[in-house]
């Protein structure tokens, strides 16, 4: 985790805001400032407004999927510019179909739910050149 700058962003986008925000808090402790949205929708729009060093995304929302955001972002559509940002699923429901679709459209990697923090923070820490 060292590799990681102060003062990263990350948002992550699931709809299990419990989740998130507890999440959001453990990593705001390691110096890592983290913002919510509850819906591809919003993370979409917040991506848009407020641009991230990385993305930890859910697979499984109502209304736009994961992989739908993912496709849109990678396409270009959710904000131009982003098409490289880092995006690691978390998820508790992936099926394979979804996260081989995740996997051909470029995340950085997998975590499912309940998540090993240390595990997360050493991978986050390993996109340190990346993550500027």
């Known amino acids: 985790m060292s590799g990681i700058r102060p003062g990263a962003t990350v948002l ?3 709809d299990e805001e419990d989740f998130a925000h507890t999440l959001a808090g453990r990593l705001e402790l390691r110096g890592i400032t983290a913002y919510c949205a509850a819906s ?3 993370g979409l729009k917040r991506l848009r407004d407020n641009p991230p060093d990385l993305v930890l995304l859910d697979m499984r929302m109502p209304g736009i999927s994961g992989v739908e955001v993912l496709r849109r972002l990678r396409g270009g559509e959710a904000a131009p510019g982003w098409e490289d940002l880092p995006v690691f699923i978390v998820s508790g429901h992936a099926r394979e179909q979804s996260l081989q679709e ?5 995340i950085q990697g997998y975590f499912s739910k309940p998540l090993q923090f240390n595990e997360l923070l050493d991978a986050i820490g390993r996109l340190a050149p990346e993550v500027s």
């Open 12 to 14: 992550i986008i699931d």
């Open 40 to 42: 591809g929708e919003e």
């Open 102 to 106: 995740a996997e051909a459209l470029g």
